[in-house]
Each structure stands twice: as C-alpha cells, then as structure tokens.
C-alpha cells in the first residue's frame, strides 16, 4: 500500500464515524417510517446543528416497503391464472394493469399506486449552507438514513444476478397482457406459463422478505454515506465555498422506492442542481462510480460529472476510485433525479456487482471498513471542490 493510501486511513472522519455508529449502533435497523427513522432524522438534525448547519426537518407521506407496490403488481400479474382460460380478454386486462401500474412506478416520475399506498409518515432533513461569493450553481449532497429488510431476495448466492433477476421479472409482467395473442399457439401459451412462473416467484419472494425478513442495522448501507455527507458539511460550513451553494439531503425512505428523495424533488424547483449520492460507500470493496442506474429503465449519469470522476481517479489513484459501466444493486436516490432529467451521480463500493453484505443482518459496525470510508470522503471532498470550480458547468 502506497504512504498516500495508508494517511487516507488516518484522515479526519471523525465526524462520519461518530455518526455511523450512532445511526448503526445506537439506533439499529431504521426500517422506512419507522420510529427509529424518526429517531435517526433527529440525530442527523442534532449532528448538523453541531457543525453550525441549521436544518430543517421535512415529513412526506410514504409507505413501508417496496414491497408493497410492487407485490400488488406481482399479484395482479399472477392472478389471472385464476381465471378460466377461455376468459383471455379478461386475464389480458388484469394482468394489463399490472403492467401499466409497473411501467409508472419503474419510470419514478408518475406512481399512483406508491401514492395510494403512502398512509405513513417518513421524513428527510435539509440543510442549506451558502457559499462565500455569488452563488453560480447549486449542489446537493445526498444520502438515504433509513436501512432495509433481508429476505431470500438478497441472499448473497444471488449476488450479481439481483439486477437481472429483477429484470426479468419486469419483462414477464409486461409480456403477460399480450396473452389473448400469444394462447393462440403452442409455443406462446408455454411462454405466458413461464412468464406468469417468474412473476409469481417474484411475488412469493416479496411476501418471505415482509414475513420472515429481518430489519438490518444498515452500517454500510447506508450510515456510510450519511457519515461521508456530514463529514463533508461539516467541513464546508466551517469553510464556504468559494460560488457554490450547499443543499444537504439526508433521505428517508429510499428502501421503500425513494421515497423521500421523489418527495424533495416535488417539493423543489431543482432545475440545474447539481447531485452527489453516497449509497453503501463503507465496505470491504472497490469505490466506485457509476454511468448508468436503474432496473426496468435505466438511465445514464450526468456527463460532465463522470468526467470529473474520471478526473479524479486518474490523478488520486491512492482512492482506487473506478468506474461501474453496468448497473449495481438496484436503483438509488440519484436515480429519482435521473429520472427527471437531472444532473446526478452515485459513489458506492462494490465488487462484481455485489455490494458486501447487502441487506443482510451482518451489515453491522464490525463489518465497517474505515479506509473505504475515508476514500469515499476524500473522493467527495475532490468532487465538491473541482464542481466549485466551474469545472462541471
């Protein structure tokens, strides 16, 4: 290991560690709309008044889980296997809005049924910290608070397959309307067998993560990117930038379908901002950066931005900053401001496509990697300062 890599290990993350170890330690699992979210937003809101932040924080409606939009669509695409199959049109029609339902919510801009289902309350704190001169752009860190559920769905051995297997489950739900054509053939009616197969194992894996799933601690994911977005505020607050306005996020509910980042965005005129995403930087992995995000649809990260990173990790190689061409994991919350036609950009450590105990009940403190933890934070640090320079305008 280079001298350069081994001083990142040292390098002042105090203020990210503390906060990690609160959110995953103190605190625990902070299942979306939880009361220990509701905790945790109040912790950030605390550490952020530390550092000389005044934030605020803002509720929004929100649901618990992702499962529950999404087993509904898997539902209404198994269920007309309960019909009599002379009755094509009426199985075409169900399983046709379940695809409808499917493409809204994929696409993260219109979601009724997340909207119907949103009876809770889940929460995101803002910060705003101006910058010394005119403000030329805006920048918005983010980071989700809440963690996540288990189930057989992230079973390791599925590993790099996530993407793909969620993927497929997609196609499946949007093949099935076209039944009254394709059961008018051998091979067509064995294609919608198989297709309705795969939607109902995806419907019968969605019911096992909300029965015998486990809330998880969610050190890595995601108290580390909080830890990095705090450390970094922290530092800006006692050091303006030089044209850069400031917007920290710290997201509720991005485990339930970002939630509260689809909320802010409502909320906001964001046009021309500027985001940066820390999502599970704190493992035993590769840091890396992505191009593109996102399952049924998948959208490409802001041009300019990649460039900088590109930048950054070709002159700090000590970071080991690469980037991921291919989706990983499944969508985060820059992928709600892609989504919109935004400008944003993700860092999370993962290798193969796997991200280290990814909702698992071992994504503990003890599974914390402080040196992947502070290159995230010196990675950040070099982003936010060549953006202040106008190099991504």
Known sequence: MSEDATALETEAIEDALAIVATLAGAIGARRPTSRAERVAAEVVRDALGSAGIQSTVEPFRAHPSFGYPFGAIAALASAPALLPRRRRTARG????????????????????????????????????????GNAARTLCLIAHMDSSRSGLLFNPALGAQLNRWISLQSVAALLLPSEPLLARTAPGRALVG?????????????????????????????????????????????????STRIVVLIAGCEEAGLLGTRAFLRSRDTDGWLFLNFDSVGSTATLRYTRVEGVLRRWPCDRRLLSLADDVSRERPELGLERVDRPTGLTYDATAVLARGGRALTFVAADDGRIPNYHQPSDTLASLDHATLARATAAGREMVARIDRGEAD
């Open 194 to 242: 198989a297709a309705r197969m795969v939607t109902a194992l995806g419907l019968a894996l969605l019911v096992e993560r909300e029965l015998r799933g486990v809330d998880v601690p969610g050190a890595n994911d995601n108290a580390s990117g909080v830890g990095v977005v705090l450390q970094i505020a922290g530092e800006i607050a006692a050091t303006p930038l030089e």
């Open 93 to 132: 029609a169900v399983a046709g809005l379940g695809a409808a339902l499917l493409a809204a919510e994929g696409g993260l801009r219109f979601t009724p049924l997340s909207d119907l289902l949103a009876r809770r309350e889940g929460r995101n704190v803002v910060a705003t910290i101006d910058s010394r």
